[in-house]
């Protein structure tokens, strides 16, 4: 059932939804101004507070700006400001170019109407035009008064000395000449570091209340200026006014005042009612804004809580297009306040992506992607333009050579050398340049991945066993598994994504996150194998404690002979082999290693002792992953401007390496450094950088590939379009497209080339990607006082995949650079990646509400709508999932991964029966139907017929249309306290004052 609309909602619906070309109203900045003595002098107009988003007051002391807090107000003042719109005066779309004009006609205006006697129009204009004294200022900073000494003595003239207002008119002055009002603004004002918290494009909006003694009754106007004009001082910043709300009245009310100031102020700073003073035509408009406000506003009871108390502004700030989408149509306005399909309850999955719709023609989504990313390819590299992206391109080609360097010694051990670290080099930098380059998405990063070190050692064994030549059956695999990613593209068949939704992608990410941080620990646990602690050891033993190295044996002189290498590299003395080596080697001054070189042996003790070389590695790895983390929440600290912790941030991780690089090189400890190939050549001498296609395997063996191959082409779409789909979510504010068909084209290509030249094969790397894009998101560089800095997008460009691949390729010859680096502390990157991709997964949320308490889990939106057992029970499923996906990854069934990850699919899809479409809904993302697109038509017709009255999001209590509103008639607001020292009394109050009216 829909509720009845009250007849200020329909005003407003009517303002809010006319159909204009103008731009959108611009942001304002609102200043309260009240009429005050300043150090015992006369009266001054001082700056009181000022809204950007929040409050902000100017402290007792006077000296410092309070921390932004949320306004609250009176139930009362709003009432009042109310009638104040009713009864004063309202000009809107006044033509004027300066403050005196305006003043000129507000009284111009009052005296016609009634509203101001005639004779009271210069002390009013005296007051009006006042100096304005602003909070960025000194308090005793002359320069404000130097008006010169007449204006001095003509403002004494017609100041009470007892109460410092103004009580005669001044004559033979101009405002002008006392209150020095000009059009430019002040070197003040141009100094005020606060106009970086402003957007471009503000407007002022200035409030001016107090009391004076000379009216008996308040002096009340509203003006909207035709143009927005700068009148000079009248602001703290120097942005044009547009707005003036002035209440001048009696003396004995200056709180009432006050509070109808910050009720104005507030209310301009409040994105529905500042639309709505924009567009309003006349003053019903803004009493319909002011109606509005008030049936959103909540009240708290005043026993209950203290109004002096702050209310920090909150994390997330809840997004006013609910209410201005309910009065702009209502058609997308569900009755608990929630959008069709609203992007965090899971909506429709990736059905409605149009990279994602099928062609049906030969190449079709391949030639879409082409033309929806042909355009920005020229922006791709001049959007790099940013100090951010050197950040992200240092972070991520640290991450890039690690992985290079470590799956390439894995895949050396798995292939006897066939392929090892070299190779892996090559190949990540001529597949990932090319890609970065020219694919659909250059956000993402190719790299090996586990699946296909583990096909490699396979392939290798069965190739060795079998007598086959392993690169040629490799080159012919890799040519099938291209062929078949073509027909793929060419099909169209990257539309399947669409049916990867949550479920699937959530499982698919956190493994690999789980993958990184396991092989991490597994790494710093080898080192603990190699350097073992030395336990037990007590420094007082100390001297009980040697190694010597003694000559050989003379048996094992002919050992030490037959050596190829000669003693001449450590020793500057030549040694005749042919003599006896006691008598030409000093064996006690040879190191550990050189004395076993040349076969001398070592006796003592203490010939096994090795220093804390593991405890030292743990230190960097922990120390570099806790520095990255903080380095990177550092931008939310309050320490420093905002430009040096957002510069911090950005280069969080290259600073935690160059922090502790440095401590490594400080305590001198022989930790485990990051080893490059210096020389450019195939890790083994039986191979070259060609492989020739036939010869040496029989010519069955070139159509037996492609049923091996059958299998790398599930693996490589699987990992290409699972990760493509995590890094083009729409919580990433992607704007330039994606390109699921030119990807997988380009993946395919490349993979031609890599099984000629036998490189490994490269495909999208989800945890790297993801801490690309993390590393290039962009957020508000203005943002208001108190409000959290809103995400705006990821920087998308392929200059930094393109610049990592590049400096990949060349390592080789920066291998004298790289190898002061602690692989410990790549290590640490390693955990900070593999960690930080497990933000915002909605699973890791849901897997810490199983050590909550329900009283303190957080307010998720699915836990107000589905029970928490089901919740529970999705948990446990995704678990088990994961379970089986790391137990089958870890033997060696580990080549049918890719096949298991599609299982995932069918596991989502066996849900529907278990799970209602409303608990997926908000779960999980609804997996897309032929008949979606004509459900969403007719729910959307239904929405028309009728009007929504939106609940607030937060009530606990179910709509029902039994349910009484109580409407409050304004019309007995006329006569309010702060206006007449009469009240009325029970005997006047209107009887039908709490009349109920029943909603339908």
């Known amino acids: 059932m829909l509720r009845d609309v009250s007849p200020a909602a329909e005003r407003i619906r009517f303002i809010l939804g006319e159909d204009d070309d103008s731009p959108a109203p611009p942001q304002l900045f609102t200043e309260l101004d009240e009429l005050l003595s300043v150090d015992g002098q006369e009266m001054e107009w001082k700056e009181t507070a000022r809204w950007l988003k929040f409050e902000e007051k100017v402290e007792q002391g006077g000296e410092r700006w309070s921390k932004p807090h949320v306004a609250t107000l009176s139930l009362h003042s709003l009432f009042e400001l109310r009638t104040c719109i009713e009864k004063g005066t309202i000009l809107l779309d006044l033509e004027a170019n300066s403050l005196p004009q305006v003043v000129e006609k507000i009284l111009d205006n009052q005296i016609e109407t009634g509203l101001l006697k005639a004779e009271l129009k210069d002390k009013v204009t005296y007051t009006l035009l006042r100096k304005h004294r602003h909070q960025t200022k000194k308090s005793n900073l002359r320069s404000l008064a130097d008006i010169g000494k007449t204006v001095s003595s003509a403002s004494r003239m017609f100041t009470s000395p007892d109460n410092g207002s103004p009580t005669m008119s001044p004559r033979n002055l101009t405002s002008s000449s006392l209150n020095d009002i000009s059009d430019k603004p002040d070197k003040d004002q141009l100094k005020n570091k606060f106009m970086k918290k402003i957007p471009r494009d503000a407007e002022a909006s200035n409030v001016l209340v107090g009391e004076v003694d000379f009216l008996e009754t308040p002096f009340i106007a509203f003006v909207r200026l035709q143009q927005a004009v700068m009148f000079g001082a009248l602001t703290e910043v120097p942005v044009p006014t547009r707005f003036l709300f002035i209440l001048l009245g009696p003396k004995g009310k200056a709180k009432s005042y006050h509070e109808i100031g910050r009720s104005i102020a507030t209310l301009m700073s409040d994105e529905v009612f500042h639309d709505i003073a924009y567009k309003a035509k006349d003053r019903q408009d803004l009493i319909a804004g002011i109606d509005e406000f008030l049936d959103e506003v909540i009240v ?244 009980l404690f040697s190694c010597t190295c003694l000559p050989p044996d003379p048996a094992n002189i002919s050992l030490f002979n037959g050596t190829t290498e000669s003693p001449l590299d450590f020793f500057s003395t030549t040694i005749d082999m042919d003599m006896d080596h006691n008598n030409t080697i000093n064996w006690s001054t040879l190191t550990k290693k050189e004395c076993l070189k040349y076969g001398g042996n070592l006796v003592g003790n203490n010939c096994k002792y090795i220093p804390d070389i593991t405890l ?125 068909h030119l990807d997988l084209f380009w993946v395919a290509v490349l993979m031609i080339v890599c099984s000629f030249m036998a490189l490994p094969w490269y495909v999208a790397a989800t945890v790297i990607s993801i801490a690309h894009i993390d590393s290039l998101k962009m957020e508000t560089e203005t943002s208001a006082p108190g409000e959290q800095p809103k995400f705006l997008g990821v920087r998308e460009q392929r200059v930094t995949g393109v610049m990592v691949f590049i400096l990949t390729g060349v390592s080789v010859f920066m291998a004298p650079i790289l190898k002061f680096i602690p692989m410990p502390v790549l290590y640490g990157v ?171």
């Open 300 to 543: 708290l009871p005043p026993g209950e809580w203290d109004p002096a108390i702050r209310i920090e502004p909150p994390k997330s700030i809840p997004s006013s297009d609910k209410r201005k989408n309910m009065y702009a149509g209502g058609e997308n306005v569900q009755m608990n306040g929630d959008t069709l399909h609203d992007e965090g309850h899971g909506g429709g999955g990736h059905g409605d992506c149009p990279e994602l719709k099928r062609t049906g023609r030969f190449c079709g989504g391949l030639v879409e992607d082409i033309k929806r990313k042909a355009p920005y390819f020229a922006s791709d590299f001049y959007d790099a333009l940013s100090i951010q992206s050197l950040s992200a391109m240092l972070f991520i080609y640290l991450g890039t050579v690690t992985n290079a360097i470590t799956f390439g010694g894995l895949l050396g051990d798995a292939t006897e050398n066939m392929q090892g670290v070299l190779e892996s080099f090559l190949g990540t930098a001529i597949s990932g340049a090319v890609f970065c380059l020219l694919a659909g998405q250059p956000l993402i990063i190719l790299s090996s991945t586990g699946p296909v070190l583990v096909f490699e050692r396979l392939l290798f064994n069965f190739s060795r066993d079998n007598g086959f030549d392993y690169l040629e059956f490799r080159l012919w695999i890799g040519l099938w598994s291209a062929f078949l990613c073509l027909v793929l593209v060419a099909t169209d068949a990257s539309s399947l994504v669409k049916y990867f939704t949550r479920f699937t992608e959530e499982g698919f990410a956190c493994l690999i996150s789980f993958i990184f941080i396991y092989d991490a620990f597994k790494k710093m646990i080898k080192f603990a194998d190699y350097y073992p602690i030395n336990t037990h050891f007590k420094v007082g033993d100390v001297t």
């Open 830 to 1000: 390693f955990l900070y990646m593999g960690v930080a991709s497990l933000n915002g997964v909605q699973f890791m949320d849901r897997l810490k509400l199983l050590l909550m308490p329900a009283k303190h889990q957080p307010d998720f939106i699915y836990l107000r709508h589905v029970p928490l057992r089901r919740v529970h029970l999705f948990t446990f499923i995704q678990i088990l999932c994961l379970a089986l996906l790391w137990i089958l990854k870890s033997t060696v069934a580990a080549i049918i991964f890719p096949v298991m990850i599609l299982a995932l699919v069918a596991v989502r899809k066996a849900m529907d029966y278990l799970f209602s479409q409303h608990d997926l809904g908000f779960l999980d993302d609804v997996i897309p139907e032929k008949d979606k697109k004509k459900k969403e038509d007719e729910k959307k017709k239904k929405k028309k017929k009728g009007s929504v009255d939106s609940d607030n999001e937060d009530s606990d209590t179910p709509y029902s249309e039994k349910v009484p509103s109580i409407k409050i008639p304004m019309d007995i607001m006329e006569k309010e306290p702060f206006l007449s020292d009469s009240k009325p009394s029970d005997r006047e109050k209107p009887f039908t004052f709490l009349e109920r009216h029943t909603s339908c």
């Open 616 to 740: 030292m590695s743990f230190i960097l790895f922990f120390g570099t992953y806790a520095c990255s983390m903080a380095l990177k929440k550092f931008k939310t600290s309050r320490y420093f401007p905002t430009t040096a912790r957002k510069l911090i941030s950005d280069f969080a991780i290259i600073l935690s390496i160059l922090i502790f690089c440095g401590i490594d090189a400080l305590v001198g400890v022989d930790t485990p450094k990051l080893l490059v190939p210096s020389e450019f050549k195939p890790t083994s001498p039986h191979r070259g950088w060609f492989v020739p296609p036939f010869g040496g395997n029989p010519w069955w063996v070139y159509l037996a590939a492609s049923l091996p191959a059958l299998l790398v082409t599930i693996l490589i779409f699987m990992d290409q379009q699972i990760t493509a789909v995590i890094v083009n979510r729409k919580e990433h504010k992607l704007k330039k497209g994606a390109g699921y």
